[in-house]
C-alpha cells in the first residue's frame, strides 16, 4: 500500500469516528430532551385537569347556591305580590264574616259561582253546599236546617241551621287576629286531604291560621279558615270559605 493510499485511509477513518461521536451526542441529547416533554406535560395535564375540576365544582356549587337563593327571594315576592293584591278584599269579607253581616259578606260573593261551604279541609264538589249572593243574603235569619256533611270521627250527619254552622265551622275563632296568615300558601296540615288548589284553579287562596287555641291541648285543637277568592271583570270575589281543624 502506498503512502498516499494510507494517507486517505486514516482521513476517512478520523471522520468516521467523529461522525459516530458527533451523532451520538445528538441522540442522547434529544433523548433527554423528550424526557423532560414528558414529564412537564404530565404535570401540567394532571394540574390542569385537577383545577378545572375544582373550577367546575366550584362553579356548580355556587350555580346551586343562587338558584336557591333565587328560588326563596321568587316565592318571597310572589307572596307579596299576592297579599298586595288581595289583603284588604280578604280583611272587609273577613270582618263582615266576623260581624255575622250577611248582608255586605254577600255583596263579595261570586255573581255566577256562588260561594261553596266546607266544613273539612276536603272539598267535595259534589256535596258541599252552594249558596248564590241573594241566598247568602238571607241566611242570618234562615231558620231552615241544611245537611252540611258529616261529622269527623263519628260520621253522623252535620244537620245544622246556618247560624250554628257558621259558630263551629266558619268563625270558631278571631281569625282576624290569626297567628298566621298564608296567600297561596298552606299553613294547616291534618289528616284529611287538602285538595283546595285543584279544585279552585286560578284562584287566590288566604288561610287564617291558628296552631293551637287552649295549651292544654298541646295544639290538638289548631284550625285554619280559608277564604277562596276568584277574579271575574276585574274584581275578586270569594267562591269558597273551606274550614280545616284536627281530624281523626
Given at each position: 500500500m502506498n503512502k498516499d493510499l494510507k494517507v486517505l485511509l486514516l482521513v476517512l477513518a478520523a471522520l468516521a469516528l467523529i461522525f459516530t461521536s458527533t451523532a451520538c451526542s445528538a441522540f442522547n441529547l434529544d433523548t433527554d430532551k423528550v424526557k423532560v416533554i414528558e414529564k412537564q406535560d404530565s404535570n401540567e395535564t394532571a394540574g390542569q385537569d385537577k383545577s378545572t375540576a375544582s373550577d367546575k365544582s366550584t362553579d356548580k356549587e355556587t350555580q346551586n347556591s343562587e338558584l336557591a337563593d333565587k328560588g326563596d327571594?321568587?316565592?318571597?315576592?310572589?307572596?307579596?305580590y299576592i297579599k298586595s293584591v288581595i289583603e284588604e278584599r280578604a280583611k272587609t269579607v273577613l270582618t263582615a264574616i266576623k260581624n255575622y253581616d250577611m248582608e255586605k259578606f254577600s255583596d263579595a260573593v261570586h255573581p255566577e259561582k256562588g260561594v261553596r261551604f266546607t266544613p273539612y279541609t276536603f272539598v267535595d264538589v259534589e256535596k258541599d253546599l252552594v249558596f248564590t249572593a241573594e241566598e247568602v243574603r238571607n241566611l242570618a235569619n234562615?231558620?231552615?236546617?241544611?245537611?252540611?256533611?258529616?261529622?269527623?270521627?263519628?260520621?253522623?250527619?252535620?244537620?245544622?241551621?246556618?247560624?250554628?254552622?257558621?259558630?263551629?265551622?266558619?268563625?270558631?275563632?278571631?281569625?282576624?287576629?290569626?297567628?298566621?296568615?298564608?296567600?297561596?300558601?298552606?299553613?294547616?296540615?291534618?289528616?284529611?286531604l287538602d285538595n283546595s288548589f285543584e279544585v279552585y284553579k286560578n284562584s287566590i287562596i288566604v288561610e287564617y291560621y291558628f296552631s293551637g287555641i287552649d295549651p292544654k291541648y298541646e295544639g290538638m285543637d289548631w284550625r285554619s279558615l280559608k277564604l277562596v277568592f276568584e277574579k271575574k271583570n276585574d274584581v275578586w270575589y270569594i267562591v269558597g270559605i273551606i274550614h280545616n281543624q284536627w281530624t281523626i
Open positions: 327571594v321568587l316565592q318571597a315576592d310572589t307572596e307579596e234562615d231558620s231552615k236546617t241544611y245537611l252540611w256533611g258529616y261529622y269527623d270521627g263519628s260520621g253522623e250527619p252535620m244537620n245544622l241551621k246556618f247560624e250554628d254552622y257558621y259558630k263551629a265551622f266558619i268563625y270558631d275563632a278571631d281569625y282576624l287576629n290569626a297567628e298566621q296568615v298564608g296567600y297561596n300558601k298552606t299553613l294547616s296540615y291534618g289528616n284529611a
